[in-house]
């Protein structure tokens, strides 16, 4: 039994289209929710920081892989529910994940800008709103933009965990076409479609932290 390189190919790009799926739906809901749990961290009131703290300690502190496992299985177990269909569930998981990363991006670069830039705006009479929009957004996007650069690459390859509950992207493409016909170079195969992925979107996010560069001051 043989396969050849084209059939080879098409099997793997259809596994790569539900991988690139997962990451556009994961990233684009990750980011609100991530600025969504950095207001929780930053509240004033106590008791909403202290349970953000410890629900961030116990995303940070679990592989990834697992908290995939207890989105899709752990609703049955324990409530008799129906399980999320398996897309699904893997997104839930990883916009989770990756919105606790986020947010925790998102105020390391609130809370590196200097006060000073925040009472110059009150000294000018903006409100609270217009401090944030017209002084100090662009600084705050400038400052995280290199760390999300990084978490985002990293979204890319964390798709591949979706796997674990039989989600048929572009890895477990590789390995039915690997089980089947025992060709490991397939494995290895897939390391194209994940560097010219990776490798566009690094590019568009440095044409956007060379465009944001423009309002430096």
């Known amino acids: 039994m043989s396969i050849s390189f084209s059939e080879v190919t098409l099997k793997l790009l259809d596994g790569f289209g539900t991988t690139c799926l997962i990451f556009v739906i994961s990233w684009i809901l990750s980011i609100p929710l991530g600025i969504l749990f950095c207001l929780f961290s930053l509240s004033r009131f106590k008791t909403v920081r202290k349970i953000m703290q410890v629900f961030i300690w116990i995303i940070r502190g679990t592989p990834l892989m697992l908290q995939i ?3 899709f299985y752990v609703p049955g177990l ?7 269909p398996r897309i699904a569930a893997a997104i839930t998981a990883i916009v989770i994940n990756y919105a606790v990363y986020f947010s925790e991006i998102f105020r ?6 200097a006060k000073g830039q925040q009472e110059a705006g009150a000294v000018l009479g903006l409100s609270r709103s217009e401090i944030f929009f017209k ?8 400052k995280i ?3 999300m650069t990084n978490e985002t690459i ?25 089980g089947t016909y025992a060709i490991v170079w397939v494995l290895f195969y897939t390391a194209v479609f994940y560097l010219v992925f990776v490798g566009i979107l690094s590019l568009l996010l440095k044409l956007l932290e060379k465009k944001l560069s423009y309002f430096e001051g």
């Open 69 to 71: 496992m207890v989105v």
């Open 78 to 84: 324990l409530f008799n529910w129906p399980s999320l």
């Open 108 to 113: 390391a670069g609130y809370q590196s800008i």
């Open 135 to 142: 002084v100090l957004l662009v600084p705050i996007i400038q």
């Open 145 to 147: 933009m290199p760390p």
């Open 154 to 178: 990293s979204l890319v390859k964390d798709t591949a965990l979706a796997r674990i509950i039989a989600v048929n992207e572009v890895m477990l493409a590789a390995d039915h076409i690997v």
